[in-house]
């Protein structure tokens, strides 16, 4: 390899995750005891992990801190019994999926949350595992563009856009000779600010909203930052941004039942 490449592999690596930084700080939503359960050494192995990806990938690992050591994400599958190979797309046959990404959390803690089922004799909640194969998935994410509920500079952009796309859909639909859900520009203004401090406060159900979605993917953004037993990351395109954390490469026969499958939380890592 030429020295200058060498030298841009470097710098890569030095400057990750300048689109992909994320601050595990955040004011408390519903859950004001949640922490991000984020041990050191394993972040530091994933930073090692990481390094297999190459250069430009390794530099578009989710990280945080100054150092920006890669964050580690969980996931629930429940996909089956069968060797976990891939993320099943929201139409696909049997998929799991009812939204447009998938979600990851970053504490074992909250994921906890995620991994239990509901006994209806009892109705209440109860931490066995069920006929699904349900299991939990260990890894980074790699991401071109992240939205962080935390950074001010995202949120005002992406209000910028979510404005822009009220006023156009309203111009669109007066032109059709319908009544537009906003009479006045205000009225759009008034409903936009109070949505804005709902999704500074890192609130799931606003954030996954169709017409907020709708507009982080006008800006660009392949992931984005939600609070709900913890903060958690969203992917867009799982199959490319899921990086198994005991397999990077993903070259595992069994796909990721041995590239970073969890058959229970209880397992250490």
Known sequence: MAASAIAKGLTQLLSRN????????????????????????LRKFAEKQAEQLGPEDAAKIIGEGEEGLPLIM??????GSEPFQK????????????????STGLSKKG?????RK?????EDWVSSPDESGERVAIGM????????????????????????????ERAEVKNR?????????????????KRKESVKRGNWLQIEEANIQEALKDLGYDA????????????????????PLFDPLKKSAIGFSRGGGLSSLKEKV
């Open 118 to 122: 509901v006994d209806s004799d009892l």
């Open 111 to 115: 994921m906890e949350n995620w991994t």
């Open 87 to 102: 993320f099943k797309g929201r139409y696909e046959e049997d998929s799991p999926v009812v939204y447009d990404f998938i």
């Open 74 to 79: 969980y996931h629930r599958v429940r996909q």
């Open 141 to 168: 994410g790699k991401v071109n563009k992240l939205f962080d509920y935390n950074n001010p500079d995202h949120v005002n952009d992406l209000f910028k856009q979510l404005r822009k796309n009220f006023i156009d």
């Open 18 to 41: 300048v689109g992909a930084r994320i601050t595990t700080s955040f004011k408390p939503f519903t859950f004001p005891s949640e922490t991000i359960d984020q041990p050191l050494k």
């Open 224 to 243: 984005f930052t939600t609070i709900e037993s913890g903060k958690n990351v969203m992917l867009f395109n799982p199959n490319e941004q899921f990086v």
């Open 177 to 193: 000779g319908i009544e537009p859900r906003y009479s006045r520009i205000r009225d759009i203004d008034a409903e936009l600010k």
